[in-house]
């Protein structure tokens, strides 16, 4: 009997030594086998007190063998396979073939003018501020002095949402950036020093120079006697910026709601240095943004005092800054996202 249960286990080490598993699984099936928690090993363990006392000691030993036989034909089992799948992979690597090419993408002109304006104006402090493009009316018109029987309501034709007619508690796309003026004046005590860039619509006909949406970037700046010439001083900054050391500029009187004394404000044309070209229409000025200081009606609806505070605001459009900076004669393209568009503006970043 005992006899029987010693030859067991040398029957199992001889098994267990001779072990050849093709592949990893068959490997694992070996590793269940001899060293999982239901192992082949236990049962015979067990049967330790069915063998005589002066050789359990004897028996415990060879069972013992078993295990390390089995703990070190898996290790051995183990390293063989790796090394032989490295084998395999090492005869199925082309080191000569050649790469794969890495495809870029590019910045999209719009996104790449809009960050140019952007870091220009984060350089002297400026924060970026945003707002949703959904936007209710009080945000967009009634805070910005533009009550719902004001004329200036008629320059932009509004997308209203599903339900909605035009007036107070109305949802709307919104048609400018300076929605984010109310929000930011709303939400923080002065000094303001903000930069807003985002996309706008108005509900206008889609041609090669005007589309229903486009993108704008907004300036607030408020503060105790902040002035119109610092205004002009910022601008002229930036104009600097954009478009080189030597452009100049003139702020030409207009109107906004929002803002008063307005005025809009045209570069020296930097592509035909001010001489006259097509893209100046031959005046040797371009026009690039609205701006004026903040009405002190919106400050006061929006809960700044504007007996201590004064500030300025500026408005630009980033299209047809994109479509100067980058020869773009037609606004769409920017919107139709075809590549063969899109990757002539590889190398801008
Ligand atoms: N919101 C104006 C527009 O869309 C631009 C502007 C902004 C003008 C801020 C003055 C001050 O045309």
């Known amino acids: 009997m005992a006899e029987q249960l010693f030859d067991k286990v040398r029957a199992m080490i001889t098994a267990i030594q001779s072990a050849a598993p093709a592949n990893a699984e068959e490997l694992e099936q070996f590793r269940i086998r001899y060293l999982g928690s239901k192992n082949e090993l236990k049962p015979l363990m067990g049967e330790i007190r069915n063998i005589v006392n002066e050789r359990k000691k004897e028996f415990g030993q060879l069972v013992n063998e078993a295990k390390q036989a089995a703990e070190a034909k898996l290790e051995e089992l183990r390293a063989q396979l790796d090394g032989s799948a490295v084998a395999v992979a090492a005869t199925e690597l082309d080191l000569s073939a050649p790469g794969e090419p890495l495809v870029l993408g590019s910045r999209h002109p719009i996104a790449a003018t809009m960050n140019r304006i952007v870091g220009i104006f984060e350089r002297i402090g400026f924060v970026v501020a945003e707002g949703p493009e959904i936007e209710d009316d009080w945000h967009n018109f009634t805070a910005l002095n533009t009550p719902e029987d004001h004329p200036a309501r008629d320059m932009q034709d509004t997308y209203y949402l599903k339900g909605y007619e035009p007036g107070a508690g109305a949802q709307l796309l919104r048609t400018h950036t300076s929605s984010v003026q109310a929000r930011t004046m709303k939400s923080t005590p002065p000094p303001i020093r903000i930069i807003a860039p985002g996309r706008v619509y108005r509900n206008e006909t889609i041609s090669a120079r005007s589309h229903a949406q486009f993108h704008q970037v907004e300036g607030l700046y408020i503060d105790e006697k902040v002035s119109f010439a610092d205004m002009q ?69 929006c809960g700044i005092d504007s007996e201590k505070y004064t500030g300025f605001a500026f408005g630009m459009g980033i299209e047809r800054q994109a479509m100067m900076l980058y020869n773009i004669t037609d606004i769409r393209l920017m919107f139709e996202n075809d590549v063969r568009f899109l990757k002539q503006f590889n190398s801008v970043i």
Do not use: H
């Open 233 to 301: 001083q910022t601008l002229f900054y930036f104009a600097r910026e954009m478009y080189g050391a030597n452009t100049r500029i003139r702020l030409r009187p207009s109107y906004f709601p929002f803002t008063e004394p307005s005025a809009e404000m045209d570069v020296s044309c930097f592509i035909c240095n001010a001489e006259g070209c097509n893209i100046c229409k031959y005046t040797g000025w371009v026009e690039i943004l609205g701006c004026g200081m903040v009405d002190p009606n919106v400050l006061e609806e």
